[in-house]
Structure formats: C-alpha cells, structure tokens
C-alpha cells in the first residue's frame, strides 16, 4: 500500500483510525496504538465501506494450492481471513501485533487459537511448525517488510505452501521483489498474481489500487 504522508509523520493517539493513519505506521508501536482504537469498528468501516477485496483474492489463490493444515493466518487482525477460510482447510491459528484486533476475531469461533506475535521479531513458534501459512494485507509499508520473509520460511514446514499479499506499488520499492529473489534457491515454486485490493463499490482515492498475491512453496 501506499500512502500520502510525510516519513516523518506517525499516527498519535488522538489520530482517526483509517487507511491514510495505516499508511504512515513505522514501528510496532505506532501498529499497536492504531489497531487499539480502530479494532471494533474495522469491519464495518474498513472491510465493509471500502470493499475491501483482498483477503478474498488470497484465500481463493491459497485454497487452489489444496493446502494441509495446521494453517497460520499472519497478521490476523479481526479475522476476515478466518472466516474465508472456515470449513475448507483445518486447524487455522492465527496471530497478529494487536491483542485488540485478535479479541475481535476470538469472537468469530473460526480459530483453533489465537496468540499475539510480531512478524518484525521473532514469532513464539517452532521451526517448521506450520504446513501452510496465508496473509492479506500485512506485507505492506509501515507494517511487515521483505525482512519478516525469512521468519515466514522458517515456521512453514519443507513442501509447505504460503500465500500472502504485497502492494503493487511496494512491490520494488520496499525491497520484495529483490528479497524473493533471494529466496528461491529455497523455494520450490513460485507464483505472482495481480489482484485488484477494492471491489467497484470503493471510488475513494485507493479504489484502483492493485496488489500481488504471492504463492509460494518451500522447498
């Protein structure tokens, strides 16, 4: 994703909860404190308003790879993810940098568990723990960077698939594309499909914005 403001400018406490105050995210902090506030009204006024289609185009790429579970959903939020994925693949955990934000999707029932973890750090999860890992919309600026990717290989068991979304714009710009490079000796697929992030519904500012679902296996 791509946002209009300043480097120097972060969200602050007083900051309304929207997608221009998610652009400008630059530390754990700053996703902590934004997500706090915005978690109860996200579906409704993100999800819903915006038409916001992304987590549709990634669940549907992750589920035609036939994936094996347990299954971690990275950067969960409230649980969109969870609910695309409900009765098609299990177990689904789920983990996310807002305690806030996993409450609210506790209260979907689609999780066999839930646990707060920072992706910019290291997850409390064992090497290869996963078979199939899925992520929409946190690979992006200001939250998780082409850094987190060897994090993400290192939870997904050998012949394990992951799916997760990337701004078109970010694509180059904040380094993916060179650090998959660097990843495919490990890789052994790889795959990139341009997706459109809003539905018709959405004629804000963002409404063309385009984003990558990348899957991937490793080897």
């Known amino acids: 994703m791509a946002g209009n403001m300043n480097d120097d400018a972060r969200p602050g406490p007083d900051d309304a909860p929207d997608l221009d105050a ?27 308003e915006m038409d916001y289609r992304l987590p549709q185009h990634v669940a549907r790429v992750f589920l035609a790879a036939h994936p094996k579970g ?45 646990f ?21 919309g946190t690979f992006t600026t200001g939250h998780v960077g082409p850094a987190a990717l060897d994090e993400v290989l290192r939870i997904l068991a050998p012949g394990g698939y992951g ?11 904040e380094g993916f594309a060179d650090a998959f490079a660097m990843l495919r000796p490990r890789l052994a697929s790889f795959e990139r499909i341009e997706v459109s992030i809003y539905g018709p ?14 899957r991937f296996q490793r080897d």
Request: charged share 20%; aromatic share 8%.
């Open 116 to 136: 707060e973890g920072d992706l910019t750090g290291r997850l409390n999860v064992a090497d290869g723990a996963y078979c199939s890992v899925v992520s929409a």
């Open 201 to 214: 519904r959405n004629t804000g500012p963002h409404a063309d914005d385009k984003g990558f679902v990348v």
């Open 22 to 48: 998610a652009y400008a995210l630059r530390t754990p902090e700053d996703s902590q404190r934004l997500y706090r506030s915005w978690a109860d009204s996200y579906d409704s006024d993100f999800v819903d």
């Open 70 to 114: 347990p299954v971690l959903d990275l950067g969960a939020g409230t649980g969109v993810m969870g609910l695309l994925l409900e009765g098609q693949v299990t177990p689904v955990d789920g983990t996310d940098i807002s305690p806030e934000m996993l409450a609210v999707a506790a209260r979907k029932q689609v999780y066999r568990q839930l």
């Open 163 to 173: 799916v997760i979304s990337v701004n078109v714009r970010h694509w180059q710009s």
